[in-house]
């Protein structure tokens, strides 16, 4: 039976919001979002703190990637608010009152906000150069030479850089993923979001990509990660959040959840994911 | 071989080239152009944009050209719009090359997959820049065979503007024939002219898919 646990962090709602406390990159209140009669977030709500690694796990159709979505406005809540680093985003202030925020300031915002996609995303028809300095040049007006410059940084980081002038379809899925990551890094972004980053990597190239985000963890970056990879949750972030349908069930740290969860459905589904994961390495 | 009956005569039907390349130069590049962004406004969500472009598609891929043709230079002409051949040639010949184009961009269009349009949004790139940078290639890229073989089309269909008197290559040899009563060397002579004009746009298809080919 679910009851409707509404998360520690949300607040009852004075008229005003209130901004959250210092050292809150992503602050998610009662999102709530429907696909024409599907309800598929029902109020949800999340803090994110500076460099902390936040996964979030659970079974299909929770609502985890539209949450992560609606964190970027890729998609519109329908209700609730998102503040990035202190500053609202999902709305702006017209005369005394709240109204939702306008696509070019959510474009701004969104842009301060990198993402990694489960199918990649990057461009086929543009080099893996050209795929990095696309945004920092037309977004952040850099130079070409900057550009190029950080480009090549993050290459050598995720140990691509040989790969700068090849083009997406000619790589990996291990490989387009990293690169993927360099992209979003490309931005200087305050908060990454991982969206089932290996789901659709072969395993043999799984561990690959996850090095690169524990590197990046291990570097201090805020990342909040929606994934099935459990060793992951378990070794490098900071709390896990379960969700299921629609709502946070447990929030905590790995250990914690997974030895004393508070609902049968979180047992359950760790117990069914960690099979799952042993039937893999098999 | 009457080597000297076929220079003289080639050499008048070689001015029939120029009407040919002209009525097919200008359809191909209004048709594109207004293709486009129809193409682009029928993907929208908005039913008032989307509906009238379908039925307009619709209807100028279900009449033949011809009538169309006759429509644009006869029709008009007896509501009171008298159109030159070749103005009411371009008019017709891009009403239908408009919608054949249309339905190949939108294939392109629909060929783009949602993951770059989230890519692309991710990043904080401004729509135009999308569009212009990720988007519009990728559709060009998708479209391009589609499109070079209806450019193939409408230069080959070019020829039934002779049944309105444009001058370009069909209606001069057909007018020759008439003088010369040797339809054979005549139509030999008008085979080599599109064969020739065609193979420049066949060639185009076939440089611009091998460079497409060495990106994956």
């Not at chain 1, 379960?242 to 459905?265: K, N, S, V």
């Not at chain 2, 010949?93 to 949602?114: K, P, W």
């Not at chain 2, 309105?164 to 009563?181: F, G, L, P, S």
């Not at chain 2, 085979?191 to 091998?210: A, D, P, R």
Request: aromatic residues 8%.
């Amino acid at each position: 039976m679910i009851t409707d646990v509404v998360s520690d962090f949300a607040s009852p709602g004075p008229a005003w919001p209130e901004t959250p406390p210092p050292g809150v990159i992503l602050d998610l209140r009662t999102i709530v979002k429907s696909f024409g009669v599907l309800q598929v977030l029902r109020g949800v709500s999340l803090r994110v703190r500076k460099g902390e690694v936040l996964a979030l796990i659970g079974p299909s159709g929770s609502g985890k990637t539209t949450l992560l979505r609606c964190a970027n406005h890729l998609e519109q809540p329908d209700g609730g608010e998102v503040w990035l680093d202190g500053e609202l985003v999902s709305h702006r202030v017209t005369r005394g009152r709240l109204a939702k925020a306008r696509e070019g300031e959510l474009r701004h915002h969104r842009a301060e906000m990198g993402m990694v996609f489960q199918s990649f995303n990057l461009f086929p028809h543009l080099s893996v150069l050209q795929n990095i300095i696309e945004a920092p040049m037309s977004v952040r007006r850099l130079s070409r030479e900057v550009a190029v410059q950080r480009a090549r940084d993050l290459l050598q980081k995720v140990g691509l850089v040989d790969k700068i002038e090849a083009y997406p379809l000619q790589l990996s899925g291990g490989q387009q993923q990293r690169v993927a990551i360099a992209r979003a890094l490309a931005m200087e972004p305050k908060v990454m979001l991982f969206d089932e980053p290996t789901s659709a990597l072969d395993p043999e190239l799984v561990g690959e990509v996850l090095g690169t985000m524990r590197m990046l963890a291990n570097e201090g970056m805020t990342m909040l990660v929606v994934t099935h990879e459990m060793d992951f949750a378990r070794d490098v972030a900071d709390r896990v959040v379960f969700m299921d349908q629609g709502l946070i069930l447990e929030e905590g740290p790995f250990e914690q959840i997974f030895t004393a969860p508070r609902h049968e459905r979180t047992r359950t589904f760790l117990q069914r994911s960690l099979q799952s994961n042993n039937e893999r390495e098999k | 071989m009457d080597w000297e009956f076929l220079a003289h005569n080639f050499r008048i039907l070689i001015r029939g080239t120029g009407n040919t390349l002209l009525l097919g130069a200008a359809t191909l590049v209004l048709a594109t152009l207004l293709a486009l962004p129809l193409a682009a406004a029928s993907n929208t969500q908005r039913r008032a944009l989307r509906w009238p472009i379908a039925a307009y598609a619709w209807a100028a891929r279900g009449i033949p050209e011809l009538i169309i043709l006759f429509f644009c230079f006869y029709g008009l002409g007896q509501l009171g719009l008298r159109l030159e051949p070749m103005p009411a040639a371009i008019l017709a010949f891009t009403i239908f090359s408009t919608a054949y184009f249309l339905e190949i961009f939108r294939g392109g269009l629909r060929g783009v997959g949602r993951g770059q349009y989230d890519g692309a949004a991710a990043l904080g790139l401004s729509y135009p820049r999308m569009m212009l940078r990720i988007i519009l290639p990728q559709v060009l890229r998708i479209a391009a065979p589609a499109y070079l073989t209806m450019a193939i089309s409408v230069l080959k269909l070019t020829s039934i503007a002779s049944v309105v008197a444009v001058t370009e290559v069909t209606h001069t040899a057909n007018k020759m024939i008439v003088a010369t009563q040797r339809p054979f060397e005549i139509l030999s002579m008008a085979f080599l002219i599109y064969v020739v004009m065609n193979s420049i746009l066949i060639g185009l298809q076939m440089l611009i898919e091998k460079r497409l080919k060495l990106k994956t």
